[in-house]
């Protein structure tokens, strides 16, 4: 008999058996042998992407979570593209939530699962969403296997009232008064129009057409309304349709404003230079075509509005040379009249006697308008002053007790008044960036002149005649009138709009 102890096996042979066996046998089986080590590790699965292109259509808006985009609609239809890391098929989950208290109000099922990349949407129903109500929707993806990107949220307010009836008021100031159903000016007399929008806070433009010529102009931020400035080229019966439209696109009832306007001319001439152009040595004048040309040491810079406010259009002339200036071939106004001239600086230096604008008369300027430093009250070292020349030789200045500091913007008017013989000169000081004045004008001291002296000579700016008392600084856009200008016209041109 053979002892069987001298056959056995140590245990440690026999576990390693056994692994080897257990292991041959899984290899066997599909799907193991990767799990252990015989091929791929299994993917990972990564939550799907932040939704993006998020918004809506009908009507189209974008999605912000800090500010509020205003629908003319209660029945949007809110989309967003949504995409998975790993090309998986997501699907989308959206939400409306009230934009106050955040409860929930509309989740629909999520919707089929699309391929990585796809657009998904979903249009509220109606009677879910009310006018004048604010909104909070969220947008979700989500994969097969349950993992879920980040929540988009969008804020939304609905406005589908339309704003109301806009009044049509002509403005004094422009050249002609077309007042409705009257006839009035003349072929190339301008006239302006004030739009507003009573009962409406939130009118950002008028819709608006002269004879049907589709027009649109933009409310400024802080006005209640907008005015537009229109040239005739024919006589006769005209129309002028006016619309509002709001934040949210809502277009309002047409109002309809008939004038005429008569075959010649009845209106006192003006003219008005933007000084836009920016380059070059002219300057057009935008109401009647008169040109102003530049002297070949001029040179532009940055206008009030672009200094001010950020409008990089608006452009001035820089004078900063003794023979700076510009000048027209003949007279702009008629001074044996009522007339107003306005202009817009900024002042570059102090100390001595300027002029920003003027025309020549027969033995010097018919008038200036510009600083003085003789005629001021004891108080001020330097004054805005407006200089007109008397028809038998004398001449009277009005003044204006608003400072004049380097640096600075202002409006400047001088306004003479034939019917009373008064002469003054009106200020707003509009101030700098870092210090911003105020677009309301103070009226200076009427002063009296019976007779002014007739002038021919060309209109100038930046000079006196014959190169005298230059201004040094910045002419960011001038208009004359040949009638009396009032405070609300100058308000309109202290607030950009010349």
Not at 345 to 371: E, H, I, K, N
């Amino acid at each position: 008999m053979h002892d069987l102890s001298s056959f056995r096996r140590p245990a440690t042979v026999v576990r390693a058996l056994s692994v080897a066996a257990l292991t041959g046998a899984l290899a066997l089986v599909p799907g193991v042998a990767s799990a252990h080590g015989g091929g791929h590790a299994p993917r990972a699965n990564h939550a799907p992407d932040r939704p993006a292109d998020v918004g809506t259509t009908a009507p189209e808006s974008s999605c912000s979570s800090s500010s509020t985009a205003t629908l003319r609609s209660a029945t949007p239809t809110l989309r967003a593209t949504l995409s998975d890391p790993d090309g998986d098929a997501v699907r989308g989950t959206f939400q409306v939530r009230d934009g106050r208290t955040g409860w929930l109000l509309w989740s629909p099922p999520a919707g089929a699962a699309q391929a990585s990349g796809s657009a998904h949407a979903v249009q509220v129903p109606e009677g879910l969403l009310r006018d004048g109500r604010a909104y909070e929707w969220r947008v979700q993806a989500r994969d097969a296997k349950g993992r879920t990107s980040p929540v988009v949220r969008c804020r939304i307010a609905v406005d589908v009232t339309a704003p109301g009836l806009p009044t049509v008021a002509p403005v004094e100031g422009a050249g002609a008064v077309y007042a409705e159903d009257a006839v009035a000016g003349g072929i190339g007399v301008a006239g302006d129009f004030r739009f507003e929008a009573p009962g409406s806070d939130d009118v950002v433009a008028f819709l608006y057409a002269f004879d049907g010529a589709p027009a649109q102009v933009d409310v400024v931020p802080g006005d209640s309304g907008a005015t537009v400035t229109w040239v005739p080229t024919t006589a006769g019966p005209h129309r002028l349709t006016v619309q509002a439209v709001d934040a949210a696109g809502n277009v309002g009832p047409e109002r309809l404003y008939r004038f005429t306007v008569t075959a010649a001319p009845t209106a006192p001439a003006g003219g008005r230079w933007l000084l836009d152009e920016g380059q070059g040595l002219t300057a057009t004048d935008t109401l009647a075509g008169t040109t102003l040309t530049l002297t070949p040491s001029t040179t532009w810079t940055d206008g009030m509005a672009a200094e001010l406010w950020g409008a990089t259009s608006d452009r001035a002339l820089l004078l900063d040379e003794a023979d700076d200036g510009a000048s027209t071939t003949g007279p702009v106004v008629d001074t044996t009249g009522s007339f107003s001239v306005a202009t817009v600086v900024r002042v570059d230096a102090d100390g001595a006697p300027t002029t920003v604008v003027s025309q020549d008369g027969d033995a010097g300027s018919a008038f200036t308008l510009g600083t003085s430093t003789t005629a001021c009250d004891e108080e001020l070292t330097a004054c805005w002053a407006f200089t007109v020349a008397g028809a038998g030789g004398d001449a009277v200045v009005a003044t204006s007790n608003v400072p004049v500091s380097v640096g600075s913007w202002y409006g400047v008017f001088g306004v003479r008044d034939a019917a009373s013989g008064a002469v003054r000169v009106d200020v707003c000081h509009l101030g700098t960036v870092d210090e911003p004045g105020s677009p309301n004008p103070q009226q200076g001291a009427l002063v009296s002149l019976d007779l002014a002296a007739a002038s021919d000579g060309p209109f100038r700016v930046g000079t006196a005649r014959e190169g005298s008392a230059p201004w040094v600084g910045a002419v960011s856009g001038v208009q004359t009138w040949g009638s009396v200008i009032d405070v609300t016209r100058e308000r309109l041109i202290c607030s950009g709009r010349m």
